[in-house]
Nanobody, 127 residues
Framework: VQLQASGGGLVQAGGSLRLSCVAS????????MGWFRQAPGKEREIVAA????????YLADSVKGRFAISRDNARTTIYLQMSLLKPEDTAVYYC?????????????????????WGQGTEVTVSS
């Protein structure tokens, strides 16, 4: 499975961006998916997660009310709609997919439980 993330860029504070992550290859093996981010000098952290069914989602407290995660009907693409962006949202955003544990209505927020990772897309929010 390969994950291709896109949609990052430079935006002013208060602006919006929409990230996309497209899975290819043996996509029938992937279940839950998620978005993580890593700012310079910091650890990679969970931003959002979505179950295989797309019904259940998770958003980190830092992005609740501003970000939304969604998944297409084919379950091969996830999106992260980011609004009211803040300078502290600046990071490289990675999408990830779980292969083994979280099917159906379940997801995980633990990065070590995601087997597949995309290459990352950079988001820079200027003040």
């Amino acid at each position: 499975v390969q994950l291709q993330a896109s949609g990052g860029g430079l935006v002013q504070a208060g602006g919006s961006l929409r990230l996309s992550c497209v899975a290819s290859g043996r996509t029938h093996t992937i279940h839950a998916m998620g978005w993580f981010r890593q700012a310079p000098g910091k650890e990679r952290e969970i931003v959002a997660a979505i179950s295989e069914s797309g019904i259940n989602t998770y958003l980190a407290d830092s992005v609740k009310g501003r970000f939304a995660i969604s998944r297409d009907n084919a379950r091969t693409t996830i999106y992260l709609q980011m609004s009211l962006l803040k300078p502290e949202d600046t990071a490289v955003y990675y999408c990830a997919a779980d292969r083994t544990g979280y099917s159906g209505s379940f997801y995980t927020t633990n990065k070590i439980e995601y087997e597949y990772w995309g290459q990352g897309t950079e988001v820079t929010v200027s003040s």
